[in-house]
């Protein structure tokens, strides 16, 4: 009974030895298995990983599929890829739609605060940089261009070329928008060395055509033309016939700055005819201003001006770009068929184009066109102030030209730089070294030479300050018209430039005066041009007498007058216009001819919601001063009253 007990237990203990290994051998292929699924997973993300970061995905649609079959994969412990799908969580959102722009901020702020995306430098930094992208959408500039530096200051001490080269493109971009030019080109020309070198060619090619138009804008005309050349010649099979035609139109302005006046007018007569071909009006009006241009330098005035009539009726004051252009030229033909009053009209609507988007190489063209304007008309005093803005523009321009070829050189030959910078440390030494010991040897000659220098600094400062002086004069007679000793035309026009922004910004009233003496060629010719000035001089007293701040009067030529009055109604500007005839009409005219008398017409404006633009309201200022002329004159009349 015994030994049946003891086979007994030998059984059941051989039972459970044999259940045991049986449950391990099942527990070993389930864990592998879950491991062989779990690592299959994180291949398909990875893959997917690609696929979402690369140029393959067409449509939006491809890509939240793409995303939404990560999210299905993912383990809440694979903190890695976890990271890198919030990183790309960020470009789910479309600026496109409204209200998407503050949610993706919001998101990426939240994420950034993740203490786990503090272990994936990279994600992290692409996520920064999406969330830069947006700030810059909701047009914040300042703050995107601050978050592309930080990227960018990370990035290099860390040195992820990729983050470099994405974050450098979008400041650049920006930089470039600001008008802040070299900074732009050394980001741009840097990204797209990156871009060639991470072998990303598509990124790379996006960047030349920006690099080409800041060497352009800032004068480089050969640089340009490289980069065009080599937009052109890559993109030579392609059928975006409306990107090759722009591509035309800019190697034609550039082989126009460069003096090539036949290959230009063959590269703009084929857009021209491209875009007419295309149905493509206000393209090919554009196209037109290039076309008169170059005719204008060859000198048929003729055909530019019929290209010019056709841009005048399409192109409209909105399209800077455009526009100023196009009133430049049509003053530089102006010019040349002697038809001076027209050119000064197109001068000034050329001008306050210009000056609405800082654009210093219009500006410095115009200055240059009105010297000569004024040289014709033998007004040599406002000749010599345009010359006298026109060099300093040129040379600021100059500096500009200056510092993009040294950016280009610098990053496109770095490593010859730095080798070249080498030798000069060495030889500096070696000059250094003999400096110490010609000291040593000739202490007088040292103090010689500082006696010297301190000699000449004393001089250069005594003529730094004269020179100060003297430009500060020419500055205050740029601005202030030497008759009346009131703002000039073009100081009242930025006065007034500056009231209209504001008003607009701050939805306050401004209202402007246009007023001239009546009859004042019948002054002139009657009494004497002496007795016209001192009529001219009494205008000018009597409206200053009016003026209360910030208000003010400026002459815009000839008998002409605006007065500017910010934060006042229309009532309270008809009153001061009429206060001003009567002022005019009643004054002591004693010490005048015999029989001297003066009045003035007033035509009053107020801004209204739809002017967009200064133009628009002094225009209505004038029809309204036309109104009180037709009217009978010595009177004022307000538009829409």
Excluded at 81 to 90: E, G, P, S, T
Excluded at 241 to 265: C, F, P, R
Excluded at 309 to 335: C, G, P, Q, W
Excluded at 366 to 375: D, V
Aim: with cysteine; charged share 25%; proline share 1%.
């Amino acid at each position: 009974m015994a030994i049946i007990k003891k086979l007994s237990l030998a059984l059941c203990l051989s039972c459970l030895q044999l259940f045991s290994s049986i449950s391990a051998a099942a527990s070993t292929s389930t864990e592998n298995h879950a491991e062989q699924s779990r690592t299959a997973a994180q291949q398909r993300i990875d893959t997917l990983f690609v696929y979402i970061d690369s140029d393959e995905i067409e449509d939006f649609t491809e890509f939240e599929a793409a995303m939404a079959e990560v999210e299905s994969l993912l383990q809440a412990d694979d903190t890695a890829r976890q990271a890198r799908y919030i990183r790309f969580q960020c470009r789910l959102f479309d600026s496109e739609i409204e209200g998407e722009t503050e949610k993706a901020i919001a998101f990426a702020s939240n994420a950034l605060k993740n203490p786990m995306m503090l272990q994936y430098h990279q994600d992290r930094l692409d996520l920064k940089l999406c969330h830069t992208w947006f700030i810059q959408e909701s047009g914040d500039v300042e703050r995107a261009i601050k978050g592309y530096s930080e990227v960018i200051e990370e990035a290099t001490l860390r040195q992820e070329l990729l983050q470099i080269a994405d974050a450098s493109s979008h400041r650049g971009a920006l930089l470039h928008y600001q008008g802040h030019f070299t900074q732009s080109l050394e980001d741009l020309i840097t990204a797209h060395a990156l871009f060639q070198r991470l072998n990303r060619p598509i990124e790379a090619e996006d960047l030349l055509v920006g690099i080409a138009t800041i060497f352009r804008k800032i004068g480089d005309y050969e640089n340009a033309l490289k980069y065009y050349l080599q937009i052109e010649v890559r993109h030579a099979k392609d059928q975006e016939l409306d990107y090759h035609n722009y591509v035309q139109v800019m190697i034609g302005i550039v082989e126009e700055k460069l003096g090539n006046l036949e290959a230009a007018l063959s590269r703009f007569t084929a857009a021209y005819q491209y875009w007419d071909s295309q149905e493509k009006i206000e393209v090919k009006a554009e196209v037109a201003v290039n076309l008169a241009s170059v005719f204008i330098e060859m000198g048929n005035i003729p055909q530019a001006m019929v290209y010019l009539d056709e841009a005048e009726a399409v192109v409209k004051a909105d399209n800077f770009a455009i526009y100023s252009f196009m009133k430049l030229f049509r003053a530089k033909a102006l010019l040349l068929s002697n038809q001076l009053d027209e050119a000064h009209l197109n001068i000034d609507a050329a001008r306050i184009s210009f000056d609405s988007v800082s654009n210093l190489r219009g500006t410095e063209q115009l200055l240059e066109l009105e010297s000569k304007l004024f040289s014709k008309e033998q007004d040599y005093q406002r000749a010599f102030a345009s010359l006298s803005q026109y060099v300093d523009i040129n040379k600021q321009l100059n500096e500009q030209r200056t510092s993009s070829k040294t950016i280009a050189m610098r990053t496109q030959f770095n490593s010859q730089q730095v080798e070249q910078e080498n030798k000069h440390l060495v030889e500096n030494q070696k000059l250094k070294q003999q400096e110490v010991e010609i000291l040593e040897i000739n202490k007088l000659q040292q103090l010689i030479i500082i006696l010297m220098g301190s000699i000449i600094l004393v001089i250069l400062a005594v003529l730094t300050f004269k020179q100060s002086q003297k430009n500060r004069m020419l500055s205050i007679l740029a601005m202030t018209d030497h008759l009346t000793q009131l703002p000039n035309r073009r100081q009242i026009y930025l006065k007034a430039q500056a009231f209209f922004n504001h008003a607009r910004n701050h939805n306050s009233e401004l209202s402007v005066i246009s007023f001239d003496a009546d009859h004042f060629k019948r002054i002139n010719d009657t009494f004497g041009h002496e007795t016209g000035d001192v009529a001219l001089q009494t205008l000018a007293i009597s409206a200053q007498e009016l003026m209360r701040k910030p208000q003010i009067v400026g002459r815009t030529g000839g008998e002409e007058f605006l007065i500017l009055l910010p934060d006042t109604n229309l009532t309270a500007a008809m009153r001061i216009a009429t206060q001003l005839i009567n002022n005019v009409k009643d004054a002591d005219y004693r010490a005048l001819p015999t029989g001297f008398t003066l009045t003035i017409s007033a035509g009053v404006a107020t801004l209204q919601a739809s002017d967009l633009q200064l133009a628009t309201l002094i225009n209505r200022a004038d029809d309204a001063l036309y109104s009180a002329k037709n009217a009978g004159r010595n009177q004022a009349v307000c538009q829409k009253c």
